[in-house]
């Protein structure tokens, strides 16, 4: 570090892999100006987005709908609107106004498995209850609503009368039942049932009330339901196609290709003519909305050309039963376009060239001056979107490694991981790969989250103090060095050197954070060696326990109980681990893996006793969690906050009802939590 | 004649065979499989994978047999004309690869023919013409095709499009012409796309090809035979054109063996930095989701052309000198 004012810059230019960012970067230095100028608070807005209309009162009267739907109907190929949409549509009062009907969205994507960009944005199995523009409070979205009996041992899920799949079909209580009995409860579909259905471990049922009721019970009291279907979860509809998750499934569709209703031999035709392994895969690839058009869906658009060709197309679906204030069927942009495009660099290109319409996946935030800078050229605007979650980049310290019994001692002091927190300069960090827009941080999410334990926590064990780490470190037996000055081993088998994993080609440059933590962390004695690696190989690692530290982010952690994988070791397939050893004795009760220590143990009870406690007390459990999390630090937070996981949205400037600012996070599946179906061209 | 053929055809089934084996060793090399990295990208994503489910996957996808029973059951698919099932993309490998194999080469070729257009003429003429302006500027524009790396001359003819020409950035089609059936004007806007990736392709080949033929004129250049011809009275062009132009092109035939398979593979990182819809990024794509039948079967293409290419530069090279033909017989 010579002059402290340039070295981040220099700093950007040497971590740049791609040649392309090294053209960026010459744009970069020169727009760099333009981003001081502009600043970081002209970028990010206030949290805005549409409201779901839930007073009767307020619908409205009659419905309208898009031209080329009116025509089908006068020529007699479609049923009137009032009878597609039904009885209890679903009302979205759009966030600036009323939108006119047309145009088509054009985006990117990079291949079959990145379905999330049609699906956060468009289609898919939707919701059934969702969150609020503030990813707060759970509304109701494609049920009626949601209604507790018996202490929270059940649920009554009031579904909307008249409501139809895209193909025409009424969506009732039966799709549920098809969904449990014969997905959810085959065993060659789904081998293990779902967390996600179970409380305390205890698996639930769902019955059918009624046509239009479905009732969801459990064993014990589950206060967490709303939120698990409103979340990112087995129940939060996303993982249909590829698990056979989602709650429910257009049974009238799905029969002919499930050995319940057509006959073995006429199946095994079935699965040959279509060239399938198994009736297994032909079914979970015809339950595919991205794959399969045939497959009727709810949500505003639907699939036309499919996911594995050239151009995605998704198309209005003319059922939809989004409907605005004034009752005009949602969505009101035509369709959806989405070209693929090979690499990622190439999205960002065209991005910056003004081909996309909106795009917000895989925009990168190192190219932030750049478009800026091709703004007017390329007629859209940029918006930050910050997470909510405390890591953009966390550190993993694995509690479970045990092939080193040295390292597997610090890992296991509080105060080792606490002096490694300590010798993180994160504004560097920050300056350097986050251009400033992010915040250093502990692993707490933002300070209006519910469940953040207190301002306090913020910065404990989050800031830069060489000194203090290095104290801390001599005190617990590390105070021997090497000529070098670096620590040295306890056993006196040399220098102290620890390992850290990354993933390259991420949303986040975790293998160059590594490396600049690596130059810091030299300061307090200590010798890091990054590695990247492939993810296949990661996983691996972390699942045979051969993982050190590890680095990721913690999206998602914001909602505390949908998603807590980054909170505590809760996933053995996971590219950073926590121990997987505590995850297996967490899904165990405790018979299989090792017992965590006491701390940790009390971090998992809090966690699972939320499940079964009403909303107040949970909030209470949920601070209580992050409180542990940040004075243990079993995760180091670097940098927070942030818009570097799909926070930076590049927008053409003619189109309407776009918020300044939008909650993050894949619970919110941002940006269908601003409701894509609202968006429109001003002309 | 005959004999020496078809000896060279056996041979080459041989060959394939073993490239057959080879390659779906290679597939197998890294670690994990399918089910590994398809745990990856759902556990990035959040989603939990169970032990069971995983093996579940692997006893659909039949992962977990052994390997030569996995090996022998894909033989016998491709026994059958099916090339199997692509795990990534949910399609089969004949579709998948199909329709970017037909751009592929249209890309490739034209690359070729570009190359070959620029590099005769420019290496003759500067074994001809040695150490002269023309020369030196052929040597010194080669020398620079050679030391580029096309992926980067690839960026930054994408970046100066984009900036100076407002071009649209990557791909061989325009959005709207994308799906569009074949037509006309589909067919005209893909011949648009076209001179870009050529060139970027073609020129480090074009630089290597002219030293090669330059290297190699110049010493037949020297021999007797020339200056036989020539103190005959024979024209120039015809003493150039006749024999040692003939003899220098040996080199060219011989590496038609790898120009096949170049034609598919070679375009990899170009094709990826300029978001052309052809075979190599898929070959790429499929490596790193380890999608075995599609990357097996593309590796098998790439071997089997490779197999081709080398018959036919046999062929050709017994045709195009005789002594090869006279050790033979």
Redesign the interface.
């Known amino acids: 570090m010579t002059e402290p004012g340039r070295t981040p810059w220099i700093r950007t230019l040497r971590s740049r892999l791609t040649a392309v960012l090294v053209v960026g970067a010459l744009g970069a230095v020169v727009a760099a100006g333009a981003l001081a100028q502009s600043g970081k608070s002209s970028l990010i807005g206030k949290l805005e987005g549409p409201e779901v209309v839930t007073d009767p009162a307020k619908f409205p009267r009659s419905l309208k709908e898009a031209p080329q739907l009116a025509a089908l109907v006068k020529a007699g190929k479609l049923p009137p609107v009032a009878e597609r949409v039904g009885q209890d549509p679903l009302v979205i009062k759009p966030l600036h106004e009323i939108g006119k009907y047309g145009g088509a969205w054009r985006g990117g994507f990079t291949g079959p498995a990145d379905f999330w960009n049609g699906y956060r944005c468009c289609s898919g199995p939707d919701h059934l209850m969702f969150w609020d523009y503030t990813g707060d409070k759970v509304m109701p979205n494609l049920a009626r609503g949601l209604e507790m009996q018996d202490g929270g041992r059940a649920w009554l899920l009031h579904l909307r009368r008249g409501m139809k799949w895209s193909d025409g079909k009424p969506f009732t209580a039966d799709d549920f039942v098809f969904w449990f009995e014969d997905i959810y409860r085959n065993k060659d579909l789904i081998p293990t049932p779902s967390a996600a259905m179970a409380i305390n471990g205890k698996q639930g049922v769902i019955e059918k009330v009624d046509t239009h009721t479905v009732r969801f019970k459990f064993p014990e009291p589950y206060f967490m339901l709303p939120d698990v279907l409103a979340g990112s979860t087995d129940l939060g509809g996303q993982w249909s196609a590829y698990r056979g998750m989602g709650g429910f499934a257009p049974a009238h569709y799905l029969k002919q290709f499930h050995p319940k209703y057509v006959g073995e031999a006429e199946l095994d035709r079935k699965v040959k003519e279509a060239k399938f392994d198994s009736w297994v895969r032909m079914f979970l690839a015809k339950n595919d909305w991205a794959l399969n058009p045939d497959l009727p869906v709810l949500s505003p658009w639907k699939t036309a050309t499919a996911i594995n060709t050239a151009t995605w197309t998704l198309e209005r679906n003319p059922y939809s039963v989004f409907v605005d204030t004034e009752g005009n069927q949602l969505p009101y942009i035509d369709r959806v376009v989405l070209t693929l495009a090979e690499n990622l660099e190439v999205v960002n290109l065209r991005a910056i060239a003004g081909e996309y319409d909106f795009q917000q996946r895989h925009i990168d935030l190192g190219k932030l001056p750049v478009f800026i800078e091709n703004q007017v050229k390329g007629g859209y605007k940029v918006y930050l979107d910050p997470g909510d979650y405390g890591g953009d980049m966390i550190i993993k310290f694995n509690l479970n490694y045990d092939a080193d019994p040295e390292i597997a001692k610090w890992f296991n002091t509080a105060d080792f991981r606490r002096a490694l927190a300590l010798g993180i300069d994160r504004d560097q960090i920050n300056e350097t790969f986050w251009l400033g827009t992010g915040t250093p941080s502990s692993v707490v999410p933002a300070d209006n989250n519910k469940y953040n334990p207190g301002p306090q926590y913020r910065k404990m064990w989050a800031t830069l103090d060489v000194k203090k780490a290095n104290e801390m470190l001599d005190k617990i037996g590390l105070s021997k060095k090497d000529a070098q000055g670096y620590r040295l081993r306890s056993d006196g088998k040399g220098r102290l050197r620890i390992e850290i994993m990354t993933l390259g080609g991420q949303f986040v440059q975790f293998t160059q954070i590594a490396e600049m933590i690596r130059e810091q962390w030299k300061k307090i004695g200590l010798d890091l060696v990054v590695q990247e690696v492939e993810r296949s190989l990661a996983l691996k690692r972390t699942a045979a326990n051969e993982q050190q530290l590890g680095a990721w982010n913690n999206d998602g952690s914001e909602h505390l109980f949908t998603f807590p994988l980054h909170v505590f070791p809760f996933e053995l397939a996971a590219v950073a681990t926590s121990g997987p050893l505590y995850v297996k004795w967490f899904h165990s009760a405790g018979t299989q893996g090792k017992e965590p220590e006491p701390r940790m143990r009390e971090l998992m009870e809090k966690w699972k006793k939320a499940f079964g406690v009403p909303e107040k007390e949970r909030i209470q459990l949920g601070k209580e969690v992050w409180k542990i999390a940040a004075e243990e630090v079993y995760i180091i937070g670097v940098i927070g906050m942030g818009p570097a996981s799909m926070g930076v949205r590049v927008v053409k400037t003619n189109m309407g009802n776009i918020p300044s600012r939008q909650y993050n996070s894949p619970d919110g599946k941002t940006p269908g939590i601003s409701r894509p179906a609202t968006f429109f061209y001003k002309k | 004649m005959l004999a020496y053929i078809g000896r060279r055809a056996v041979l080459a089934i041989f060959t394939v065979w073993a490239i057959s084996v080879l390659s779906f060793v290679i597939i197998q090399l890294?670690?994990?499989d399918y089910v590994?990295?398809y745990?990856?990208?759902?556990?990035?994503?959040?989603?939990?994978?169970?032990?069971?489910?995983?093996?579940?996957l692997r006893i659909?996808?039949?992962l977990g047999q052994p390997i030569y029973v996995q090996y022998l059951k894909w033989m016998r698919l491709i026994a059958q004309g099916?090339f199997g099932?692509s795990m990534?993309?949910?399609?089969?490998v004949t579709e998948?690869i199909g329709e970017r194999l037909w751009l592929t080469v249209v890309v490739s070729v034209a690359a070729l023919i570009l190359t070959w257009v620029l590099a005769l003429p420019i290496g003759i003429y500067s074994a001809v013409r040695q150490y002269s302006m023309g020369d030196y500027l052929a040597t010194f524009v080669g020398f620079i095709g050679l030391a580029v790396p096309n992926?980067?001359l690839a960026?930054?003819l994408?970046?100066l499009g984009?900036v100076l020409f407002?071009a649209?950035?990557?791909?061989l089609f325009s959005?709207e012409f994308?799906?569009a059936p074949w037509s006309w004007a589909r067919s005209w806007d893909l011949l648009k796309h076209l001179p870009i990736p050529a060139l970027i392709l073609g020129l480090a080949g074009t630089a290597q090809q002219i030293r090669i033929m330059r290297a190699n004129l110049l010493d037949e250049l020297r021999k007797p035979y020339v200056v036989t011809a020539r103190s005959k009275g024979l024209p120039e062009l015809r003493v150039i054109t006749k024999y040692p132009v003939r003899v220098a092109l040996n080199p060219f035939a011989s590496t038609i063996g790898y120009t096949l398979p170049y034609i598919v593979s070679g375009s990899i990182i170009v094709?990826?930095?300029?978001?052309?819809?052809t075979v190599g990024?898929l070959l790429l794509?499929a490596l790193?989701?380890?999608d075995m039948f599609l990357a097996g079967t593309i590796v098998l293409l790439l071997g089997v052309m490779t197999v081709i290419g080398t018959l036919v530069s046999d062929i050709l090279l017994v045709w195009i000198d005789p002594r090869i033909r006279l050790e033979e017989t």
């Open positions: 890294p670690p994990g590994t990295s745990i990856a990208q759902m556990a990035s994503m959040g989603s939990v994978v169970t032990d069971e489910e995983a093996q579940n659909q996808y039949g099916n099932m990534e993309w949910r399609r089969p998948v992926f980067l960026l930054v994408l970046y984009f407002n649209h950035i990557g791909g959005p994308n799906d094709s990826l930095v300029l978001g052309l819809p990024p794509k790193i989701a380890q």
